[in-house]
């Protein structure tokens, strides 16, 4: 899976809409856009960055990069946060 998916997942897992989401990362919000609607391959390593060091998202970090999760370290993806909300 692409990063620019896995954006979109962590994105509907914490609840926010799209504007939402850029402006608590501080992405812009047609950058997102494009991201999310496939006009946008890859993301840079600055908007990136806005999201993993973001204390909300920074516990996705490890996945949104690799797609591997590590929870004993708080490294979840976007499935195990919702486990966690309906469990």
């Not at 962590?10 to 496939?38: C, M, P, V, W």
């Not at 391959?41 to 516990?59: C, M, N, V, Y």
């Amino acid at each position: 899976m692409e990063i620019v998916n896995r954006i979109r997942l962590i994105r509907h897992a914490e609840g926010l809409s799209q504007d939402a989401f850029a402006k608590e990362t501080g992405l812009n919000y047609q950058t997102l856009r494009n991201y999310e609607g496939g006009r946008r391959g890859s993301i840079g390593s600055e908007q990136l960055a806005k999201i993993t060091e973001h204390p909300r998202f920074e516990k996705y970090a490890l996945w949104l990069v690799t797609g591997k999760t590590a929870p004993e370290s708080g490294q979840i993806s976007p499935e195990i946060e919702q486990e966690r909300d309906t469990g």
